[in-house]
């Protein structure tokens, strides 16, 4: 089974960029990526999707346009660009895999793997 671990967290103003990655083992190409939030008090929010091969992203409401999402499978990462930050985007954020691809791409439920997660706070 695949391990993935986030990083690249930290503390940022507002309009700020920051860059996290989610660092798999290296089968991590068999495995579609997502990454989902969590607000303090709040249910986890889906951020994105990413297939196997990258070809294919799906950004939820409140993040397209600010949040790109890629992959490197050759160093078994994958990486969550985010521009114009918000103190709304501040959270833990998670990086969860499945294998294959996933049909309800924005559920949690159909990713058994899943980071401990790294903190992102957005200051005003």
């Known amino acids: 089974q695949v391990q993935v671990a986030e990083s690249g967290g930290g503390l940022v103003q507002t309009g700020d960029s920051l860059r996290l990655s989610c660092t798999g083992s290296?089968?991590?190409?068999?495995?579609?990526v997502a990454w989902f939030r969590q607000a303090p008090g709040q249910e986890r929010e889906y951020v994105c999707y990413i297939s196997r091969s990258g070809v294919d992203q799906y950004y939820g409401e409140s993040v397209k346009g600010r949040f790109t999402v890629s992959r490197d499978n050759s160093k078994s990462t994958v990486y969550l660009q985010m521009n114009s930050l918000k103190p709304d985007d501040t959270a833990v954020y998670y990086c969860a895999a499945t294998f294959g691809y996933s049909r309800s791409f924005d559920s949690p439920s159909e990713y058994p793997y899943w980071g401990q997660g790294t903190q992102v706070t957005v200051s005003s």
């Open positions: 290296l089968d991590i190409f068999n495995y579609a």
